[in-house]
T-cell receptor, first 111, second 115 residues
């Protein structure tokens, strides 16, 4: 079993839809939870990160972590064609500990 | 400022040949990471450098893989006697300490194809 599990999709939604992306993890030592966005033939870029349980909002993006169920979510409101990319969830115990990534979910937002 | 750069961007090689992949981290970043990304496999951790030393090389898949970092800056990942299963995108990331969380900044990757 991988430490971070993510549905690979692909996920196809119409422009303006609310998108929900989800991951589960198994390592109880994980304290930081990140979402990266990766465009085709580019390196991943950090969207946002959350420490421990709770919600974090940044514009159209909301990240949620539920440590009791080991569940990580990313919501995208009013999705745009420019949001079409692969979204990777990731976790780490912090500091310089290695980051463990999910396999990524490919999202396509159709105009 | 300049981000993480990697070279070459693409590399095609024949099975059995050695290859060297280069990473130039963001200036001042003390930590450097190598990952491998295969289709449908996500990012697979290979090795982590703090300065010039590698406290965690647990992800290197075999002794054909090695990496070094010099001057606390540039890093080279070497794959000896390449095999077809080594075909993947090799990503490098660097980070500096930001509180208790270290955001990793990724380069564009080197796409390796072993024929």
């Amino acid at each position: 079993q991988k430490e971070v599990e993510q549905d690979p999709g692909p996920l196809s939604v119409p422009e303006g839809a609310i998108v929900s992306l989800n991951c589960t993890y198994s390592n109880s030592a994980f304290q930081y939870f990140m979402w990266y966005r990766q465009y085709s033939r580019k390196g991943p870029e950090l969207l946002m990160y959350t420490y421990s349980s709770g919600n974090k909002e940044d514009g159209r993006f909301t990240a949620q972590v539920d440590k009791s169920s080991k569940y990580i979510s990313l919501f995208i409101r009013d999705s745009q064609p420019s949001d079409s990319a692969t979204y990777l969830c990731a976790s780490t115990s912090g500091g310089y500990q290695k980051v463990t990534f999910g396999t990524g979910t490919k999202l396509q937002v159709i105009p | 400022g300049a981000g993480v750069s990697q070279s070459p961007s693409n590399k095609v090689t024949e099975k059995g040949k050695d290859v060297e992949l280069r990473c130039d981290p963001i200036s001042g970043h003390t930590a450097l990471y190598w990952y491998r990304q295969s289709l449908g496999q996500g990012l697979e951790f290979l090795i982590y450098f703090q300065g010039n030393s590698a406290p965690d090389k647990s992800g290197l898949p075999s002794d054909r893989f090695s990496a070094e970092r010099t001057g606390g800056s540039v890093s080279t990942l070497t794959i000896q006697r390449t095999q077809q299963e080594d075909s993947a995108v090799y990503l490098c990331a660097s980070s500096s300490r930001m509180g208790s969380y270290n955001e990793q900044f990724f380069g564009p990757g080197t796409r390796l194809t072993v024929l």
